[in-house]
């Protein structure tokens, strides 16, 4: 069963001889419980296409599908709803706010849910269980290390008990080992059912995944199929090197406030 459908997805930025491609016609499917890694070098279109299936940037023409729905076909506050219902974003840079503790960074994404304050702690509370930070919940982010840091965005990105989870360079601030704990995190989840779609340039992570999309100029240039205990591809990975720039980042800084302010 097809739970994530992309037909022919593109991305064009400017007019005329300006005309940007970032992404020339993208096409593949997701099923529950899939686990998509999105590789390649800067520039390649992998921005551009999680925050198309972030539903946070309209394609210039071509199909994304969810569950049945027709994404871009929804209005403005349809598709705020979608996000909320079916989405949870996990960051390269945590994004959480210094002054709000543990438990208040998590409940972030339950502001707009119409239940009372004590369903909302529960259910941050909950997550933060799910993620090993409980009991952690009254600390601020700079008590906390860097890992933790992490799982508590993957605890704010899950607390609506999204299928989806889309992550952007989920350890891409992290070292080694710090990495590896939180990809066993992400493989739990995705075991539980969790669909994941996340880019990144580790070919470790990447061996996470059960299949690797590898993009070039906005195409997907090759595409491989799982081999190994991890479900990774099993071959050549250690050959695909790249790191984020600035720009990466900063497009995401952007993702991230269009997410919670509703985007469009």
């Not at 991230?256 to 509703?262: A, I, Q």
Request: charged residues 25%.
């Amino acid at each position: 069963m097809t739970y994530v459908g992309v037909e022919n997805l593109v991305k064009k930025y400017g007019t005329e001889e300006a005309a940007v491609m970032a992404v020339r016609g993208i096409s593949f499917e997701a099923h529950p419980g899939d686990w998509i890694a999105f590789m390649g070098e800067s520039g390649s279109g992998k921005s551009t296409l999680l925050s198309m299936l972030g539903a946070l940037n309209t394609p210039t023409s071509g199909k994304y599908r969810v569950d049945g729905v027709d994404v871009y076909s929804l209005e403005q506050e349809e598709r705020a709803d979608f996000r909320r219902t079916y989405l949870g974003f996990v960051f390269q840079s945590f994004h959480l706010v210094s002054y709000l503790t543990v438990r208040e960074n998590v409940m972030l994404p339950l502001a707009p849910v119409k239940i009372r304050g004590k369903e909302k702690k529960a259910k941050a509370d909950e997550a933060l269980a799910r993620v090993g930070l409980e009991g952690k919940g009254n600390r601020l982010p700079n008590q906390i290390s860097g890992g933790e840091q992490e799982r508590v965005a993957v605890a704010r990105a899950i607390v609506n008990h999204p299928s989806i989870l889309l992550a952007d360079e989920p350890t891409g601030n992290l070292d080694t080992k710090t990495t590896r704990g939180i990809m066993e995190l992400l493989k739990r989840l995705n075991s539980e059912g969790m669909t994941i779609l996340m880019v990144t340039h580790n070919p470790e992570c990447a061996q996470y995944a059960r299949r690797v999309l590898y993009l070039s100029d906005g195409l997907v240039l090759e595409k491989e199929e799982p081999a190994g205990k991890e479900g990774g591809n099993g071959r050549g990975l250690d050959e695909w090197k790249g790191e984020a720039t600035a720009a990466d980042r900063s497009r995401y800084n952007v993702f991230f406030e269009k997410f919670f302010k509703g985007g469009s």
